[in-house]
């Protein structure tokens, strides 16, 4: 196990409880992502669209603030080819690959109302059942996927 | 300043510290996330001190913040009310756990990631606004 890695895991952490209690505190809103960026995508609503966006400008621009503040801050596991040293680690597939997963992404967070961030981060700590409900799910389906894909098609490798 | 043009910063200072969060802790990085998932590999612990981090900091952030009587820009906390589990919700988490086994992306990551943008990042982001739009047009029923 990689101290250094889970230590800047743990400050990540904070970092994005942080924002979560900072949005609540000051918009009155959940941090999740497929609920703040779905509804500004899909529906554009009038007059509460401005922060939606400013959300996700501020999303994109954190990684590059920390790649411009340079240092090698960031934490990638180093596998494979970095994209942008040490900051934004490369898709682990292709884009037929990426195509079917961000479907299913999409699909499953639109349908099921929320991702890691409002059922994890926001939902979890509200105590809500659904919530709970599917973050054990999300994370039980995606364990096995990882299982079959690895160890199973991928024989191990 | 008007009241909208501070909603917007606070939407932007929210959403650049998720961003550091994300980068900060390699969540930005597919394989430190599929590492974790992979329970039969070299397994990686990172995200649940990501996730623990996450939740125990905004545990304590929301009970602060909700004794309040309003947020500091709106009239009321907007919180879900629901608390029965229904197919919608079961089926959905179980697809987007699937996407994300698949691919080591949920939406925060992938959208964060954009700086470094290649063409399957892009088919990613891409598919997962188009399954946001079949899942509106999937209707709820009762």
Redesign the interface.
Known sequence: ??GM???????????????????????????G??GI??TL??QRPRGDS??????????????????MLGGG????????V???GE???????????????????????????G???G????????L???SL???V???????????V???VIGG?A | MKTETQKTLMGYVAGLLFGLGLAVSGMTDPARVLGFLDLAGAWDPTLMFVLGGAVITNFIGYRLVLRRPHPLLGERFQLPTRTDLDGRLIGGAALFGIGWGLSGYCPGPAFASFAGLSAPLAAMLLAMVLGWFLARAIPARS
């Open positions: 196990m990689d890695a889970s230590l800047q895991g743990l400050i990540g952490g904070i970092l994005i409880g942080l924002s979560a209690t900072w949005l609540m505190a000051t918009l009155g809103r959940i941090a992502i497929s960026l779905g995508i899909t401005a922060w939606r966006l400013a959300f996700l400008l501020g999303l994109i621009s954190g990684p590059v603030v920390l790649m801050l960031g934490n990638v596991a180093g596998g494979g970095d994209v942008t900051v934004i680690g490369a898709p682990a597939g292709g884009v037929p690959l990426m195509l079917a997963a961000g479907l299913l992404v999409g699909l499953g967070t639109g349908l099921g109302s991702c890691t961030s059922h994890g981060v926001c939902g979890l700590a509200r809500s059942p659904r409900a599917a973050t799910i999300f994370l039980v389906a995606a364990i096995v996927t990882v299982f894909v690895r160890h191990g």
